[in-house]
């Protein structure tokens, strides 16, 4: 079923991620109903909008990342590219900060 996709742990574990935070928000909403309010970005956002920016981000930081790797292994000569762990970090980092503070 899934033989499509190349399933390696940081893939399984971000998208399994994914279910997780989806469902954690879907009860979070049942017993708490989000109040909208403006943080850092530039507009009005309730839990659910900053989650889905949030996810958002993390999709083009991966994208990036990958894209860039093997200049990053060159400029900062490395012997092999970077670990995909990194922008996982950073991910993660970011969704933090967008859930928090956005």
Request: hydrophobic share 60%.
């Given at each position: ?12 574990l ?13 009860v ?16 009005v956002?309730?839990r659910g ?12 930081i991966?994208?990036?990342?990958v ?16 670990s995909?762990w ?5 991910a993660v ?6 859930m928090r503070?956005?």
């Open positions: 079923m899934f033989s499509w996709m190349v399933w390696t742990t940081p893939v399984a971000f998208f399994s991620f994914i279910g997780l935070l989806l469902a954690g928000m879907t979070w909403e049942i017993k708490s109903p989000t109040v909208a309010r403006k943080g850092f970005l530039p507009l956002t309730t909008d900053r989650l889905f920016i949030g996810l958002l981000g993390a999709a083009y991966h994208l990036a990342f894209g860039m790797a093997g200049w990053f292994a060159e400029w900062f000569s490395l012997e092999q590219e970077p995909i990194i922008a996982v970090a950073i980092a970011w969704l933090l900060l967008v503070k956005g």
